[in-house]
């Protein structure tokens, strides 16, 4: 059974800095991509950030391009987003799922959240 | 960046009867549309992928249609584990697009 855990979620401050993880169990990890996706309170979905399998390549929406960075650590089966200079619009619970076959969204963990306030 | 458009935004459907949701792309995304359902305080769900193959344990009421900008999601039988929202997505390129949603809720 596929199974994403998300981490690391919490209060910061405007201009700070927090690291979310995601922990993968249940498929070959390492050549699956892996998604953020946020939610931000009474609103919809939108994609943040993607990361490749085999070829690791990394994906940005623009809303965070240059403030936040993917990676991933197939040794430990985890995904992490690295989030800088953070602001309030980027409150949200953040949901971290598996590509499918193809770009689809195809499993998805229970998301943690992210409060940006001083 | 390709907007994905769903509408309505509400649906009030009595239990038992037939609801249909549309999505409509900007541009053509090929088959390259999902559906998902959430329920308050869940994560989104996978139900449809390729515009119309459904994923896995999804039952057959629910069913996709459509290629290119104009898709619908279609529920035969409305359940009361039905009630949700509901998301399309496109994954024809990045940036990868939900809609807005359409919530499904009880007449």
């Known amino acids: 059974e596929v199974q994403l855990l998300e981490s690391g979620g919490g209060l910061v401050q405007p201009g700070g800095s927090l690291r979310l993880s995601c922990a993968a169990s249940?498929?070959?990890?390492?050549?699956?991509?892996i998604y953020w996706v946020r939610q931000a309170p009474g609103e919809g979905l939108e994609w943040v950030s993607a990361?490749?399998?085999?070829?690791?390549?990394?994906h940005y929406a623009d809303s965070v391009k240059g403030r936040f960075t993917i990676s991933r650590d197939n040794s430990k089966n985890t995904v992490s987003l690295q989030m800088n200079s953070l602001r309030a619009d980027d409150t949200a619970v953040y949901y971290c799922a598996k590509r499918g076959p193809e770009y689809y969204l195809e499993s998805w963990g229970q998301g943690t959240r992210v409060t940006v306030s001083s | 960046e390709i907007v994905m458009t769903q509408s309505p935004a509400t649906l009030s459907v009595s239990p038992g009867e037939r609801a249909t949701l549309s999505c409509r792309a900007s541009?053509?995304?090929?088959?390259?549309l999902a559906w998902y359902q959430q329920k308050p305080g869940q994560a989104p769900r996978l139900l449809i992928y390729?515009?119309?193959t459904r994923a896995t344990n999804i039952p057959a009421r629910f069913s996709g249609s459509g290629s290119g900008t104009e898709f619908t999601l279609t529920i035969s039988s409305l359940q009361s584990e039905d009630f949700a929202l509901y998301y399309c997505?496109?994954?024809?390129?990045?940036?990868?697009?939900f809609g807005g949603g359409t919530r499904v809720e009880i007449k």
């Open positions: 249940g498929f070959t990890f390492s050549i699956y991509g």
């Open positions: 997505q496109h994954y024809n390129g990045w940036p990868l697009t």
């Open positions: 541009q053509s995304v090929n088959s390259r």
């Open positions: 390729g515009a119309s």
């Open positions: 990361i490749g399998g085999p070829t690791p390549n990394t």
